[in-house]
């Protein structure tokens, strides 16, 4: 199956933002993809964290929900849907979950994943503090989904630097990790390459991840180079600055070959 990966400048216009993922979703689908990833907070990147909590839905319900399905009936396509807002049943009617919904090319929901490492953070050197807990609740579960691709692991952004999450994923099945990011300019230039192929490498899966470029509303600035990567750690597709996508053929086979030549998984102790 050939996947993308769907590379944004969202904003605070979550008509605009909805508009834009549709068209690239129709470009990916023109091209012969089957499933696309979007990238974290597609439909909204907010001036303020606690802004999400507005346009946060039920799972399965509401505009963006409705958005998802029809584009990926329309384009029949899998969607795995990056990142939203997801409401929390928790005290605080301000924080939301950081959720990604995944739609199969019927558009029936098929998973949900809810971010389990919120990012906060401060780059001193740059002077940049980062508090996702302020308007975020963590996620508990960790999530997999059946695919014509394989079996997917899901994760989102913050979560590419916890190991022992992805090993979960790969012991519950998965031959690919899906990683929708929003990194910052900072940490991307310096970790995002290298953090992506390790997690490629050490699993022996493919990872499929898409970012936020540019500036933001929040004064925020995202590193994109949205890329895909084989699970020997090369680099199949990166993309440039831009709103658009990036594409790869994927071999379903390639990771249980690999994993029995090199059977770093099987040989592990710990």
């Not at 979950?97 to 739609?103: E, L, S």
């Not at 503090?129 to 952004?157: A, F, H, K, N, Q």
């Not at 050490?202 to 470029?213: D, H, I, K, S």
Request: aromatic share 8%; hydrophobic share 40%; with cysteine.
């Amino acid at each position: 199956m050939r996947v993308a990966a769907i590379q944004m400048n969202s904003g605070a216009d979550v008509t605009a933002n909805l508009e834009l993922a549709d068209s690239l979703l129709e470009d990916a689908a023109a091209d012969g993809c089957g499933l696309a990833v979007l990238p974290e907070n597609f439909a909204l990147m907010p001036a303020r964290g606690r802004d999400k909590a507005r346009i946060a839905e039920e799972p399965g319900e509401g505009p963006i929900h409705d958005f998802l399905s029809a584009a990926a009936q329309r384009n029949g396509l899998w969607i795995i849907a990056g990142s939203m807002p997801l409401v929390s049943p928790e005290i605080d009617a301000e924080r939301v979950y950081g959720a990604c919904p995944v739609y199969d090319a019927a558009g029936e929901p098929q998973a949900i994943y809810r971010k389990i490492h919120l990012f906060d953070v401060d780059l001193v050197d740059k002077q940049e503090s980062y508090r996702e807990s302020r308007s975020m609740y963590p996620g508990e579960d960790v999530v997999t989904v059946d695919t014509p691709c394989g079996r997917i692991g899901l994760t989102i952004c913050y979560d590419v630097r916890f190991p022992e999450l992805f090993r979960q994923l790969v012991d519950a099945g998965a031959t690919m990790f899906t990683v929708p990011a929003a990194f910052t300019a900072t940490t991307g230039e310096a970790h995002w390459h290298t953090l992506l192929r390790s997690r490629a490498i050490e699993n022996l899966a493919y990872v499929v991840a898409p970012g936020q470029y540019g500036e933001h509303p929040d004064s925020r600035s995202t590193y994109g180079h949205s890329l895909i990567i084989d699970p020997w750690g090369r680099v199949l597709a990166e993309a440039a600055d831009g709103n658009g996508f990036v594409a790869a053929d994927i071999d379903p086979e390639l990771p249980a070959k690999l994993r029995s030549e090199f059977p770093a998984l099987a040989n592990r102790r710990l």
